[in-house]
């Protein structure tokens, strides 16, 4: 089990376009960490895990630029999901 360290970092899919290989859907929540990506995608949590790490040990972007709440839309360009990290 991993370590219970830093913020909890919540990943909320908000759009599919076309059909996500993983099968993501819109509404899908995970929560992540450094140590785990709890069922997103390898290929986006590769893609997001310095932002996780961030979130998870309380970094963020200055507030015009999302502070810490960010969305990212995954490598798969032709099926794009869509996802916003936020801590809680």
Not at 78 to 88: A, S
Request: net charge negative; glycine share 12%; hydrophobic share 35%.
């Amino acid at each position: 089990m991993p370590p219970e360290v830093g913020k909890k970092v919540i990943a909320t899919v908000l759009s599919v376009q076309g059909e996500c290989a993983c099968g993501h859907k819109a509404g899908d929540k995970f929560q992540l960490s450094c140590y785990t990506p709890n069922g997103l995608c390898g290929f986006f949590y590769h893609d997001v895990f310095p932002y996780i790490q961030m979130l998870q040990f309380g970094g963020k972007f200055p507030d015009d630029w999302g502070g810490s709440v960010l969305e990212f839309a995954c490598p798969d360009l032709v099926n794009v999901t869509r996802i916003q990290l936020r801590t809680e």
